[in-house]
């Protein structure tokens, strides 16, 4: 009797738990986004690798650094930080220098998420305010052509449009006639396999969706996020009398719909909310496209969705059970 | 069999285990060596022992009683010599009084002492110890009494059986059918309902053929979907009549009156038959050698059940009291069987909760306000608790929690949120927060 | 009540001298932030057509209607003729174009032949350290002089170059560029011809 | 003359792509100071709305029949403005305590906070006075009484819209774990910096 | 004279309008994307500051409650307009820059504060000692804020074209520091460096006291 007594523990109920883990949470998401990583390796080269070496590399680091210094216990094994540098590597242009990288993912995890406390306290998407803050910096290093450029020798179809981005292309040419100056529906099977042009990220959409159709498959996402802001990018791009298909494609708004949208810690908890969340980075990056100034809008869509994320969650709590609706 | 689609929201449906007991007939535990019958096996008052030290007891005769409303009074699983009064720990981890008896040679487990009393059917049941043996434990004549402005329709008897591993009332409903229809009946006619509907979970078809052949004018079956917590009052009341129980009253507002599969047998058994609580069917599982459904004595020791299971295998991490969602450790398996103990679990290593030091962040994914039937967010409520902000927790309906553990199962960081919350609860609820 | 009569003098009284202390000190001011703007403008004018007088075309010039229109998107703000040794030789226009922080004030000289002499930015609101160095990189707007004799608006953007980093602070420039173009073929080209 | 969807730039315009917090930096001391609640940012975000409103119209209508006439505006204006502002809040404030009980409740206590809010003041200024309106758009050198109206009003709904969004913000700031050295003021200019990041996404809109 | 520098002192650290108050912040964090207009601005708010502090302490006996706040908004308004005319006349080009800021000193709560909280019930020397020490503590704050937004934001800090300082020319400048975010962020971490600093001071100044 005393002998089965020694290897009991008691504990607080429920005494069983759901497989799921916040580390096998990040690792899924990671898997899901390893197609489109070594693909890009494998289409733009070792420079995408340095890429993605120094990025992740980067954000692991300051993880550990900061965890260290603020005397916290470490963090590492979640796999956020993993996850927020190979995201922040996917939105950066192969070309990136390696310095710039370096700050990007530094900025991402310091500024973005450990200074706020850390994982699950960040208010906005760590890889994102990374991003924003290496292209607001160096716009002129990033867009100034020399790290978008030489990528044709690889030849995919693509010499027509080398040192700017088809949607940059498109946009400008929106501006100063109006129309376009090539034809969109002939771009739908390059961004889909294989788009030099743009971030890592954006070199096939098919693979990203690929990638959050299995996210959304095993429960990690909610399809509310990725359908809301598809959806309305597309029905915006169809109110401007464009291609919707060709403005789905381009660009950021899958990996942003799928992973950067989807980040737990700066999107509503509830369905509705999501719902509402995922159409407004959907109409904030569709109208950023048609009537701002910059060509590509997701990174901003969803930071500021990021902002309007505790409001929704407040206007959106669930109805507890019960209780009659009254004016709070 | 035809599934209702009648549900709750949230929930979750984790893996069920039935399968190791859900087919073996219930079998009788021979009696031990010694029986523990705790004075307080019920939520209330506790009893006063009525019997003294050396005094020999007859099966059924009552232990202990006292005179408040909300209480139930304990008899003698078997016939004995009362050889200790005092505290003794229970399953509930706290030490209350409680008689020992070493048993007879010879024992007649047919026999007992029948409950004689003046009065109603009420007075009968209060007179035989009924209490909730879904595990709450509640004085079913309490139940029984709805305060006069409220008009009770419609009698619900709870066999969902929605925790996992446990296959007790599953067991009684295949095995004794007739008398849970017949409880059913009896709780109908002392509350004046009309209607009686007996809700089984969709896992339990031979429960709902077994019931259906024995089904009474009047008694409808229900069967539905197996959701986690379905057997919850509230949660059960919601998915069969679509009304939800208003904040801060009785579930007796929305007109029904729910009582476990097994009280209703054991109600009809006091009322036919005169027979007092004295045993249940507690179902045996997870990692011990013989699993099964068995017939216990009130007052048997864990200890000796599970040798008569045939022994703990293997790396054993948690022994549980009741089902695994809402059961209790054990930090002790000398503790007896009461009226409550609907099984005893084993939980393996790997299979039990890990207990996880340090402060896991929330990462905000959502699970735990979808998976929470009361419409909570218990993420926010633990972090509140957690920080010592009762207010806020308070204003955010931590009250309504029903502690049913959905929260702190989903949970990708393992948080203690179902502990944290209670504490929130404890506080509101010492505030006077209604 | 003589309270309530000692708050409201109180408080009059302050009124009266500050009124009369800023009045005199708007006298003062007033000559020199005139002449201080009459001074920007010269230099400004000086700076792209150096060596020439300038003479304000006033409201009631046709051409100044007709600018008006053909500026627009920008704004069109005035028209100078410029002349050496009594001999028209060009005109000077004063744009408004919409730059990154609100408007940017151009002067942009053109010679007879409708080529740029030269741009000069008046004021503008553009960030310290980014959009200013359409200012600070001379080259940005030397690039204008490159244009040859009745370029279009598409000439423009071939020619100019923007700066990385500054693009909308650029095109600011470059519109207002663009808009002297018009100016010069759609109404200037004619009062070339009517001049000699 | 201004047509409708020159009304609507011109209010998308003073509340998304300039607003007053997050791009111009205007009536910061209330956004960092009542931001802490998001009751009192709501109230303090109708007064805002409601005395700026006013506020413009009334500076305008002194400018244009009263100041500019007489020949004193160039050197009067900054005071003439204060004064109606803080006078005509201190008559809201009365008004609103007699009439309104309700609106005063969720009101009352922000108005006197108001006078001393330079975005009242820069909206006003900025729709009476020409010359000191800088938004992208050609409305001539000053702004109609119409103009004015609206641009205040989309003023004061960002600066509102942008109040309340840092005041959810800051209620889950409450709840993390920030290092000591950043608890508080700190990490909530931070926050206000990836906020107005998040507004960068604005510029240009509409060439605005 | 100690009474004198002890009000001077209060407005440097222990009290400083910006880093410990919290107010007046608008327009430190909008002006300072250049030295050089931080200098002038900041300049125009201790001319204010100390003027109005003066007058307000020189007539503070003359001046009824009832109607001080009115007559203290007239006088600083005043000091205000004297600024703006000033500066348009003799900086046209600083003044253009700082725009609607010249006139929003009226509403910096720290000019009103001190003539409520100090120089309505000092005397006229001490209410200068007061305005000064104010005035100078905000001057250095968004002085330094802007210096460390133009060094590292365009790499050099000019004073009117003529560089003062100039990074090594390998250094890119992250650009987003001249823009809006950029103050937030660098006003944040300078909030953030005066707490670890004065935490320094306070644990060096124990460890002094607690010497035998």
Redesign the interface.
Known sequence: MSDTAQHVTVGPSPHITSPATCTGIMLWVVAALVPVSVWAVVSMGWVAAQLLVVCIGTALATEAAWSAL?KRPGTLTDGSALVTGLLLALSLPPRTPWWMAMVGALVAIG??KM????LG?N??NPAL?GR??VT?SWAGVLAGGQWFKTLEASGAGLDAITGATRLGIAAADRVASGGYGFDLAAQYRPLLWQNLEGSLGEISAALLIAGGLLLIVKGIIDWRIPAGYIGTVALISWAFGSDPVFHVLAGGVMIGAFFMATDYVSSPMSKTGRLVYGIGCGL?NG??RF????PE?T???I??M???A??I??MTRPKVFGVVKTRA | MVVGNARFRGGVHPPERKEATSGLAVTRVPVPSRLVIPMSQHLGAPCAPVVAVGDHVRRGQLLGDVSAMVSAPVHASVSGTVSAIGPVLTTGGTRVAAVTIQPDEEQDLEAYVAVVVEGDDRDRVRAAGIVGMGGATFPSVVKLTPPKDLAIETVLLNGCECEPYLTCDERLMVESPERVVAGAQHIRDIVGAKRVVIAVEANKPAAVEALKAHTQEGVEIEVLPTRYPQGAEKQLIYAILGKEVPHGALPAATGALVHNVATAAAIADALEHGKPLMERIVTVTGAVARPGNYRVLIGTLVSDLIEFAGGLVGDVERVIAGGPMTGQALASLDVPVTKGTSGIVALAKGVAARAIDG?QPCIRCGRCPEACPMGLEPYILA?YSG?RMWDAAAERNVIDCIECGVCSYVCPTKRPLLQLIRLGKSAAMSKGVK | MPKSFRLVLSVLVT?VI??TG??L??GAT?PRIEEQKRLAEQRSLEAVMPGATFETAGEADPLVAAAETAAA?V?FVALYRAFSDGQQVGWALRLAS??????MQLVIGLDTSGSVTGVSILSM?ETPGLGTKVKSEAWFIEQAGELQPGFTDADVRGTMDAISGAT?SSNGVRNGVAAAGRIYLEVLAGEEGEAR | MSTVSQMALLFIGAALVNNIL????????PF??VSGN?ETSLGMSLAVVFVMTMASSATWVVWQYVLEPLG?G??????A???II?SLVQFVEMYLRKASPVLYRAMGIYLPLI????AV??AA??SAKPG?F???I?LGSSLSLGEALVYTLGVSVGFGFAL??FA??R???E?????R??KG???????????????????????L | MKEWYAAFRQGLSIENPLTVL??????T??VSTQVQNAVFMGFAVVFVLTMSNVIVSAFRRQIPTEVR??IF??VI??F??IV??SMNAFVPGIYQVL??WI??I????VI?GRAEAFAYHNRVSLSIADGLGMGIGYWSVIVLLAALRELFGTGRIVWFDTALVQLPSGYQPPGLLL???????V???M??GS??ANEKLEARKEARACRP
């Not at chain 3, 919409?98 to 408007?103: D, F, M, N, V």
């Not at chain 4, 997050?22 to 001391?29: K, P, Y």
């Not at chain 4, 160039?74 to 005071?79: A, G, H, R, S």
């Not at chain 4, 709840?175 to 290092?179: G, K, Y």
């Open positions: 603020a500024l973005g200074i706020f406390g850390g306290h208010l906005f305010v924003a803050f607001l904030f109208l950023g009537v701002g100034s910059m809008a990174t901003y869509a930071l500021f990021n902002g309007l505790p409001l969650d407040r | 402060d972090t920080k | 009124c500050a009124a800023l009045a000190t708007y007033a998107p704004d919409r730059g990154y922080a609100g408007p609101n909308r | 997050l791009t111009r930096f205007i009536g910061l001391c960092f100071g998001m004193v160039e050197f009067l204006y900054i005071p403005f204060i004064l803080a006078t001393t809010n330079c003041l820069a200024t900025e000191f800088k938004l992208n050609a309340v969004t959810a913000l209620e889950r700031l709840l993390a774990p920030v290092s050295l950043f003021t700190p990490i909530a200019f931070i926050t206000a910096s990836l906020l107005s990041l998040a507004y960068i996404g604005f510029s240009g809109w509409f060439g | 919290m107010i007046g912040l608008c327009a964090l909008a706040i009115p908004i007239v308004a005043s205000v307009t703006d005319l725009g609607i006139p929003l009226v509403v910096n709560c009103l823009l809006f975010p950029g103050a937030f962020l006003f944040g971490f909030i953030a707490r670890w």
